[in-house]
């Protein structure tokens, strides 16, 4: 194999003859320093040797990008390897390794947590219910976007629009930035003006972060401690009120002569469905026609505690649903699509204020069916599983299993003396009107 000494002009030169695949030239100056030219790929620099017996060859690099003296230096360096007993070609997938290795922690460093939010947002959804899923896009909403209704400008001219939810300041950082000095920061920051959404968004992102260390893919930037897991995040958000809104007695017929006349009737009826049900307002809203069984007289309400439970569909409960037009699937659909009514927030509000009542939320209206059953003696436990709230004891968890028509003795009781104190006359023995389709 005849060796010359390389320079620049020699080897600028050497082509591959058109009947061969392939040509090397050697140099004379280091050993197994060669130049390897193809037709199809041009001319590489190759070390070639012998390890262990064996054949090595190794390509340094093209002609364009290595000098000579560059070159021969690389092969002097893998000659001494394997004097050395190593093999460079183990030497070089190692290095490939931890490059790739070293790029992917980079890759992990930089990752936001607006990205991994996302990815997580994605994998747990399906296990979610609607309301908790709801609730994660709320938190991490960008907001901006033109309020259409319910919210009057703060000035003449100036348009209002939504706000971002609590998580949305800390979705542009890095997740290996998010330490538990920005998370306390943060945490007293959203006090100030939103401690419950506030709250909310901390019980989320705690899980959410839970979730990234023990997933391979963001455990890198995460580390083995839970940022959000903090003592000084959870007193800066303080602790929750306890809330005491409820209708009292003498207030029943004031709220119902108000609610009953909101002009919107799917709106009424909602409101009125949502107290003597006592079920919670998500779970009312997205009631659907396929939910009523009308033939045992009972509705199945999707349960967030439970999953599902059936509670009994009451003479003047049924008697507000028949009268409802049947717009598509949902029992308290919109009149301009055909999804469920938006939370009626704002007609409730106005009709409290038509009835001089102040401060009564719509999980209000849950808590005054559990608060005016007391006025029946009704036993605590039938309360709780007509409103779902999950067994408190033992003897209830496993030793008391009520049939529907239990429930339907006592439900009926709460709903009749509801009504009787509210003034609104109602015949529960006659039958409800039949539901209609509405094109």
């Known amino acids: 194999m005849p060796k010359i000494a390389f320079t620049a002009a020699r080897l600028q030169g050497f082509t591959c003859p058109p009947d061969r695949a392939q040509a090397f030239l050697w140099d004379a100056t280091v050993r197994g320093l060669g130049l390897r030219v193809t037709a199809a790929k041009g001319a590489a620099y190759v070390f070639q040797s012998v390890y262990e017996g064996a054949d090595v060859r190794i390509t340094i690099g093209t002609r364009e990008a290595w000098s000579i003296r560059d070159a021969q230096e690389r092969a002097r360096e893998l000659q001494r390897l394997i004097d050395q007993g190593i093999d460079p070609r183990e030497q070089k997938r190692e290095r490939r390794q931890q490059k790739a290795a070293a790029e992917a922690a980079a890759a992990v460093q930089a990752v936001t947590v607006g990205e991994a939010w996302a990815d997580y947002c994605a994998e747990r959804a399906p296990h979610w219910g609607e309301r908790h899923r709801a609730d994660h896009q709320l938190l991490s909403k960008a907001g901006g976007e033109p309020v259409k209704r319910g919210i009057k400008p703060s000035r003449p001219g100036v348009k209002p629009v939504t706000v971002s939810g609590p998580l949305y300041p800390l979705l542009a950082l890095k997740l290996s930035d998010l330490?538990?000095?920005?998370?306390?920061?943060?945490?007293?920051?959203?006090?100030?003006?939103?401690?419950?959404?506030?709250?909310?968004?901390w019980r989320c992102l705690k899980v959410f972060l839970n979730w990234c260390a023990a997933s391979p893919a963001y455990q890198a930037a995460t580390g083995n401690t839970n940022p959000a897991a903090n003592r000084k995040a959870r007193d800066a958000l303080g602790r929750p009120n306890v809330k005491a809104d409820v209708l009292l007695r003498e207030q029943l017929p004031a709220w119902f002569a108000a609610v009953r006349q909101i002009g919107n009737a799917t709106v009424s009826a909602y409101l009125q469905t949502l107290l003597l049900t006592g079920a919670?307002?998500?779970?009312?809203?997205?009631?659907?026609?396929a939910d009523l069984n009308l033939q045992w007289r009972s509705l199945a309400i999707r349960d967030k505690v439970e999953g599902e439970r059936v509670i009994p569909l009451t003479p003047y409960v049924l008697h507000l649903l028949a009268a409802l037009p049947r717009r598509s699937e949902w029992v308290f659909a919109s009149a301009s699509n055909a999804n469920p009514i938006t939370s009626p927030n704002?007609?409730?509000?106005?009709?409290?204020?038509?009835?001089?009542i102040e401060g009564l939320t719509l999980h209000g209206l849950r808590r005054s069916f559990g608060s005016l059953s007391e006025w029946q003696e009704i036993p605590a436990g039938i309360v709780a599983q007509i409103m779902g709230h999950k067994p408190s004891a033992t003897a209830e968890k496993h030793y008391r299993v009520r049939p529907l028509d239990l429930l339907r003795l006592h439900h009926e009781r709460i709903e009749a003396w509801i009504l009787e104190q509210a003034g609104v006359r109602f015949d529960a023995a006659a039958a409800p009107g039949g539901l209609r389709v509405v094109a």
């Not at 006090?191 to 959404?197: G, L």
């Not at 919670?280 to 026609?289: A, K, N, S």
């Not at 704002?346 to 001089?356: D, E, F, I, R, T």
């Open 179 to 201: 330490t538990p000095e920005r998370v306390t920061a943060w945490a007293a920051k959203e006090a100030k003006t939103r401690p419950t959404r506030a709250r909310l968004a």
């Open 280 to 289: 919670r307002p998500g779970e009312v809203i997205t009631l659907r026609w």
């Open 346 to 356: 704002h007609p409730h509000g106005q009709a409290c204020k038509v009835a001089a």
